[in-house]
């Protein structure tokens, strides 16, 4: 089974901190994304990456940043917390091209919480 | 960007009453198409997916959904629902070879006992 681990499940974190989210994935997988949920709007795409070092930006990327240094990990940054940046993040990962195999395998989600 | 629009923010229903959940998209190009369902506190789960072929597709947990290529809709059905079906439904597209998953804003399937 594909598995996709998120480091924690929730996090408090003061406004102004650096704040790092972890993603890995088991299955050798070439993309992997960053989505935010909030309520009423459902998923909405922070970053994307297609290979190691490589990554594009999604629909809402202000303030976030995203690094790849290792084919199965995916992390996101949010290099100044801001109180509006609280919500639930979840990290996804899928095979890369035409396959009939395609579908996002989803992480468990973290809710990060900046007080 | 692709567009998927879920009508229903809500939907409440009856223990084994039948259930349908509204999926709309915009895409000039052919999509995948994906029904995931996110139960509280968890992450999201596949429910089924159309890529090619019959446009009617089974799922898990007793799910189906049709494709509508003439109406851009991928409308999920179940035709007796369960208290443990109590989740939040989301439809997703992917275009061929594009390798990017946009949601809708999701469906909250109230089942009453």
């Known amino acids: 089974d594909v598995k996709v681990t998120q480091s924690s499940r929730y996090l408090v974190k003061r406004t102004g901190e650096k704040v790092f989210l972890e993603c890995v994935q088991d299955?050798?997988?070439?993309?992997m994304f960053w989505y935010r949920q909030d309520p009423g709007l459902g998923l909405r795409l922070i970053y994307f990456?297609?290979?190691?070092?490589?990554?594009e930006k999604g629909d809402i990327p202000e303030g976030y940043s995203v690094s790849r240094e290792k084919k199965e990990r995916f992390s996101l940054i949010l290099e100044s917390a801001s109180t509006n940046q609280t919500s639930m993040y979840l990290c996804?990962?899928?095979?890369?091209?035409?396959?009939?195999?395609?579908?996002?395998?989803f992480g468990q989600g973290t809710r990060l919480t900046v007080v | 960007a692709q567009s998927v629009t879920q009508l229903d923010s809500q939907v409440p229903v009856f223990e084994e009453a039948p259930v349908e959940l509204r999926c709309n998209y915009s895409?000039?190009?052919?999509?995948?198409l994906f029904w995931y369902v996110q139960y509280p506190n968890q992450g999201l789960q596949l429910l089924l997916k159309?890529?090619?072929?019959?446009?009617l597709v089974k799922g898990i947990n007793g799910f189906e959904a049709e494709f509508n290529k003439s109406q851009t809709s991928f409308h999920l059905r179940k035709p007796s629902v369960h208290i443990s079906d109590t989740a939040e439904y989301f439809c997703?597209?992917?275009?061929?070879?594009?390798?990017?998953?946009?949601f809708g804003s999701g469906t909250k399937l109230n089942v009453k006992p």
């Open positions: 159309y890529l090619s072929g019959s446009t």
């Open positions: 895409s000039s190009v052919s999509v995948y």
């Open positions: 997703a597209v992917e275009r061929y070879n594009f390798n990017k998953f946009y």
């Open positions: 990456s297609y290979d190691v070092k490589m990554k």
């Open positions: 996804a990962s899928s095979l890369s091209g035409i396959s009939k195999n395609t579908e996002a395998f």
């Open positions: 299955m050798d997988h070439e993309n």
